[in-house]
């Protein structure tokens, strides 16, 4: 007899470089800098793809989509993040919920949470409901108080459907 419930973590981190678009939560987020990535550099569906392999036992997000291979040079995270639902759903398993926090100095991202959220449940085919997302800053200290980079945590609870 196995659990129902799984839960899974995540995290990612990108350098910040001038001159790149800045990609958080499938959204464009007008800023003088970027991720510098082999992808779009979206941190945060990537630490939430993480916690989804994760939570199902699938490994990670290199593992699926290493970033060596050419066909995911520049691609859109929000395609990885619907490949992994594929996966997770393969497997037989929903998303519950999923708890994710964004930690970077600027931009102030509070006016894109909501639109964030949108975008990421009409991938994943989930209620926006059981999307929750927060930023913080980290007042001024390391990598990221120095806006070097970017960083995201990613919890998500996943529940094995009946029949499957």
Same mark, same amino acid.
């Given at each position: 007899?196995?659990?129902?419930?799984?839960? +899974?973590?995540?995290?990612?981190?990108?350098?910040?470089?001038? +001159?790149?678009?800045?990609?958080?939560? +499938?959204?464009?987020?007008?800023?003088?800098?970027?991720?510098?990535?082999?992808?779009?550099? &979206?941190?945060?569906?990537?630490?939430?793809?993480?916690?989804?392999?994760?939570?199902?036992?699938?490994?990670?997000?290199?593992?699926?989509?290493?970033?060596?291979?050419?066909?995911?040079?520049?691609? &859109?995270?929000?395609? !990885? !993040?619907?490949?992994?639902? &594929?996966?997770?759903?393969?497997?037989?398993?929903?998303?519950?919920?999923?708890?994710?926090?964004?930690?970077?100095?600027?931009?102030?991202?509070?006016?894109?949470?909501?639109?964030?959220?949108?975008?990421?449940?009409?991938?994943?085919?989930?209620?926006?409901?059981?999307?929750?997302?927060?930023?913080?800053?980290?007042?001024?200290?390391?990598?990221?108080?120095?806006?070097?980079?970017?960083?995201?945590?990613?919890?998500?609870?996943?529940?094995?459907?009946?029949?499957?």
């Amino acid at each position: 007899m196995g659990c129902n419930f799984r839960i +899974g973590n995540g995290y990612d981190v990108h350098r910040l470089a001038e +001159g790149l678009p800045l990609w958080l939560g +499938g959204i464009e987020v007008a800023h003088s800098k970027g991720c510098v990535a082999h992808s779009d550099g &979206d941190v945060l569906i990537h630490a939430l793809c993480d916690a989804l392999l994760g939570a199902a036992n699938l490994r990670d997000i290199g593992h699926h989509f290493p970033d060596n291979d050419a066909a995911y040079k520049n691609i &859109d995270s929000k395609i !990885l !993040l619907q490949k992994v639902m &594929d996966l997770l759903r393969k497997k037989g398993y929903e998303l519950v919920n999923a708890d994710i926090t964004l930690i970077l100095q600027r931009p102030k991202i509070q006016s894109f949470i909501e639109k964030m959220q949108q975008r990421l449940s009409a991938v994943m085919q989930v209620s926006q409901e059981q999307i929750s997302l927060k930023a913080t800053t980290s007042e001024g200290i390391g990598f990221v108080g120095r806006e070097e980079g970017v960083a995201a945590y990613a919890t998500v609870l996943v529940e094995k459907v009946k029949g499957s």
